[in-house]
């Protein structure tokens, strides 16, 4: 498991920081040009300005907005310098044969004029566009209100010098999210989370907007719930607590309403019953330890367990223990042994399966504690796995993660190893449901509720 060091480059020498680009074409005084603003209330919008001239050395313009007074001289243009790279030329007006939005235009990116200023928005179906009426979505902030025809425009990128079409810059969008991903979406109350929503990505839309379509909500057969969302509204599925006994003072979540609801238990009850108090309400209720999970915070693309970790795991000599390595190669694989030796915070192992340079006697080596976990709980697997489901697979002398790519049969499944890029089959005796070991506690990928 040891691998050769790579060898560091030297760092790069200090440069001077870069100064900003110049325009590729300077914008003539007189000139109609949108600006992107960045003022609390109008951040994101573009606003109709004119150019009065153009500072070389700043790399910068002095527009002044028709729409806006300045402060004491009612009437009078605001004059406002702003930098060369949020000033850009009024787009084409949309051509006669082709009517604003155009046609089709479900889910098309759009700018639609408010409050003033131009604001990018998505096209829903429904709008009444025999009295000229569009409907649009703003996934900033989830509103859905309805314009006059003429106040909406297709949207448009100013790129190199030409505009480009959303639909001509489809290879743009990165988005980590894709079809078919089951997600979390926050519930918002004054400009704090106060819930996570489950829900599936239906499609996704231009730069950060995706369309969700809710897992819950509706058990009368009924068409469920759809909603345009920024990304940055969106999580992963947490991991899950498996066969957890929760502890007083515990940060959970608790699902109820079709939403999970930070909360912190604050009585223990017979039955796997729990009583928790709501964040955002003070509300007590009683939830069932299915209905409950450790609250997890998406940060940074990691997950952080928010409650407090238990006690350190003590290994000892004798004890059986999972060993992972950060070598190339070995990334998403656990191995299994017994600690020989402990001396403070590294520990001498033996390993089940890995072998010595000899070939037959096993091998052995000095691991830190960060790379060691207890055996992870046997979860009995009922049903058989399923399409999609995070597991450990044994092979090459250990057990790898990846996720189930194919059900075979109920003996056999095919696993897909998104590290490596492959995939090969396994029986159900090589399979194990993926745990992973945080804050002294086994977590699971959440599982869907058995409500």
């Not at 239906?202 to 809710?214: G, H, P, Q, R």
Request: hydrophobic residues 35%; proline residues 9%; glycine residues 8%.
């Amino acid at each position: 498991m040891r691998s050769p060091r790579l060898r560091r480059q030297p760092p790069p020498a200090p440069s001077r920081a870069a100064d900003p680009p110049e325009p590729a074409e300077v914008i003539p005084a007189g000139e109609v040009v949108e600006v992107l603003l960045d003022e609390q209330g109008y951040r994101g919008a573009r606003l109709t300005a004119v150019v009065a001239r153009f500072d070389p050395d700043l790399r910068s313009y002095a527009v002044e907005y028709g729409t806006l007074a300045a402060s004491g001289a009612s009437g009078r243009p605001l004059p406002q310098v702003v930098p060369a790279s949020q000033v850009r030329p009024r787009p084409p007006p949309p051509s006669p044969a082709q009517p604003s939005p155009p046609a089709g235009a479900e889910h098309a990116a759009v700018d639609a004029l408010r409050d003033g200023a131009w604001w990018l928005g998505v096209a829903l179906p429904g709008g009444d566009m025999a009295d000229g009426r569009v409907k649009v979505c703003f996934p900033e902030t989830r509103e859905v209100l309805e314009f006059d025809a003429a106040d909406v425009r297709p949207h448009l990128e100013w790129v190199a010098g030409e505009w480009r079409s959303p639909e001509d810059m489809e290879s743009l969008k990165r988005t980590p999210y894709t079809e078919g991903t089951q997600v979390e979406v926050a519930k918002f109350e004054d400009d704090s989370v106060v819930a996570w929503f489950p829900a599936v990505v239906a499609k996704t839309i231009w730069k950060n907007s995706l369309l969700v379509e809710y897992t819950f909500g509706k058990g009368d057969g009924s068409q469920l719930r759809k909603e345009i969302v920024n990304m940055k509204d969106i999580r992963p599925c947490p991991p899950h607590a498996s066969a957890i006994s929760f502890c007083i003072d515990d940060d959970v979540e608790g699902f109820q309403g079709d939403g999970w609801w930070p909360g912190r238990i604050t009585e223990i009850r017979p039955k796997l019953m729990y009583t928790c108090k709501i964040a955002n309400s003070g509300k007590e209720v009683q939830l069932h330890q299915k209905a409950l999970r450790l609250r997890c915070d998406w940060t940074d693309g990691q997950w952080k367990q928010a409650a407090e970790d238990l006690p350190q795991t003590k290994f000892r000599e004798g004890s059986r223990v999972e060993v992972s390595s950060n070598d190339e190669g070995f990334c998403g694989a656990w191995f299994q042994g017994t600690i020989v030796k402990s001396v403070g915070h590294k520990f001498l192992v033996e390993y089940d399966t890995l072998k010595a340079d000899d070939e037959t006697t096993p091998l052995t080596e000095v691991i830190g504690a960060e790379h060691i976990r207890p055996p992870p709980p046997v979860i009995p697997v009922t049903s058989g796995f399923k399409l999609l489901d995070e597991v450990d697979a044994f092979t090459n002398d250990g057990w790898w993660v990846g996720m189930i790519s194919e059900v075979i049969s109920d003996q056999k499944c095919m696993v897909y190893f998104k590290a490596y890029q492959e995939q090969n089959e396994f029986g159900l005796e090589q399979l194990r449901l993926h745990c992973d070991w945080l804050g002294g506690r086994w977590m699971r990928a959440s599982p869907a509720l058995e409500m």
